[in-house]
């Protein structure tokens, strides 16, 4: 099967499902998955590429997180436990061992304050720095990779629209069931 074939069959499968349930559930409105569907099918398939990318480099994406979070922050490259988990990227809970596993690779290094011995900063070495920079640009290029079919006006039009679904899904918590 050729590759249009195959970005065919992919793209039908969601139709497919909602034929189905039409059949199936006539009384049921499927439209919703017309969107969420696919974007729980284009997730699935955009974080295997990620996974894949990233552990090429022995990293998990969960390390991955923090060194961009430590790059991110700026010279000297360091936060404390709270201030990664306050990231957003990184629950306070997996913190400390994803810390270890990074401190183990060489990758980050524990400092403590020098006025306050109290507070622990995670800091990346120079092996961490060149490895978050590396991983991070191949990162992009995948990305760039994954989103060639669009155009420009269509990225920003889906980034927009993507920022009005997580809005809508997180309203959706505050409204009663129907």
Do not use: C
């Amino acid at each position: 099967m050729g590759m249009a074939a195959s970005k065919h069959t992919d793209r039908d499968a969601v139709a497919k499902v909602i034929e189905d349930w039409a059949r199936e559930r006539p009384d049921l409105d499927t439209s919703p998955l017309e969107v969420l569907a696919r974007l729980h099918r284009s997730f699935l398939r955009y974080s295997t590429r990620l996974t894949t990318s990233i552990e090429r480099h022995g990293l998990s994406v969960a390390g991955f997180d923090v060194l961009t979070a430590l790059r991110r922050a700026g010279d000297p490259y360091r936060l404390t436990a709270g201030q990664l988990a306050d990231s957003g990227l990184v629950s306070s809970a997996g913190v400390t061992l994803r810390i270890d596993r990074l401190e183990k690779d060489g990758l980050i290094t524990r400092e403590r304050d020098a006025d306050d011995r109290r507070i622990v900063y995670s800091r990346l070495t120079e092996k961490g720095l060149l490895t978050v920079d590396t991983v991070f640009a191949e990162h992009l290029d995948n990305e760039r990779r994954m989103l060639a079919g669009l155009s420009p006006a269509e990225r920003r039009s889906i980034a927009r629209l993507l920022g009005k679904l997580e809005t809508s899904i997180l309203a959706s918590d505050e409204l009663p069931a129907e």
